[in-house]
């Protein structure tokens, strides 16, 4: 299929709907709705972030909740909760969604590493910091030839941290050796919560293209850890629009009807004082091709 952009494409008929009804009538009207559409995570996943934006959060959070119940508790579906409650700034009830999975998956890295950010944007540095460093360092059991790139995005995270906070941080457990922080101005991060990136293309502005075939620009670069995790950094950035896109093929969606959910996160000054962290999510039901998901602006 065509390049296209996903903000370009009409939403599922019962997000319109319930768009379109009053705000004293949308619980109602979500009622309704869930007689049809009971079964299907993707609708309860919609709906949470449809009244999380229309200010009924009370009500967004138990919608939530029922689409990590429907999907029978698999780890794909309450790593998206988590992501969805990160970006709702929730930190402190994503932390408590990535604590029982870290338990249950302890050798699982990209959890340990989505447990890490959200201590680190709740506050906790001293335990983003141990978190970061015991996954780095510890025995990994499951799929350990996946996480190269990975383990080396948690070490550039962990010294990220040291180099803002420092002066409040307990180190002396971690060698001299790894404490070796690589500021950048740009850092885009692309994980999915179980089934896959497909290829990550970023457009820098001026419009060369930094992507898993051509991983190296003139001013950035690109990791990928086996299509679950990409990013990409510049040290310099230029000023204009970063243009991100996927070239996505893996719309079926998990058991249990569990949607593919893609989580960017953009760290500008990254490793330096005055450090931002912004987390946006975006589902890819039904989509297929070169899609571009999202932009950033310098």
């Known amino acids: 299929s065509k390049p296209y952009r996903l903000k370009d494409m009409d939403d599922v008929d019962y997000v319109t709907e319930i768009k379109e009804t009053l705000h004293t009538e949308k619980y109602q009207a979500y009622l309704k709705l869930r007689e049809t559409y009971r079964t299907q995570p993707g609708f309860y996943f919609d709906m949470a972030e449809l009244f999380f934006d229309a200010g009924l959060k009370k009500e967004a959070y138990e919608i939530l909740m029922n689409a990590a119940e429907v999907s029978r508790g698999q780890w794909q ?4 909760v988590g992501f969805i409650l990160e970006s709702w700034r929730w930190f402190d009830k994503a932390i408590e969604v990535y604590e029982a999975l870290a ?3 302890p050798g699982n890295l990209y959890i340990r590493r989505d447990l890490a950010l959200a201590y680190y944007q709740h506050g906790q540095y001293q335990q983003a910091v141990a978190t970061l460093y015991n996954a780095i360092k510890g025995n990994v059991y499951d799929y350990g030839d996946w996480y190269v790139a990975t383990r080396v995005s948690m070490l550039n995270e962990m010294n990220a941290i040291i180099a803002i906070h420092r002066d409040s941080l307990i180190i002396d457990f971690i060698p001299a050796s ?3 922080p690589l500021p950048v101005d740009l850092r885009i991060v692309l994980e999915s919560n ?5 290829n990550v293309i970023i ?5 060369e293209v930094c992507s898993y075939t051509k991983p190296i620009t003139k001013n950035g670069y690109m990791d990928n850890d086996f299509y679950f995790s990409s990013e990409y950094q510049t040290k310099y950035a230029k000023e204009g629009k970063y243009k991100i896109s996927v070239n996505y093929y893996s719309y079926n969606t998990w058991q249990y009807g569990i949607p593919d959910y893609i989580r960017i996160i953009t760290f500008k000054n990254f490793g330096k004082q005055g450090q931002e962290i912004k987390i946006s999510n975006v589902i890819m039901d039904n989509q297929s ?5 999202g932009e950033i602006k310098w």
Not at 77 to 80: G, H, I, K, S, T
Not at 194 to 198: I, T
Not at 289 to 293: D, Q
């Open 103 to 105: 338990e249950s998956y």
């Open 77 to 80: 579906a309450l790593r998206a």
């Open 203 to 207: 457009k820098e502005p001026g419009g």
């Open 194 to 198: 179980g089934s896959g990136l497909g």
């Open 289 to 293: 091709g070169e899609i571009e998901i």
């Open 178 to 180: 790894l404490i070796r």
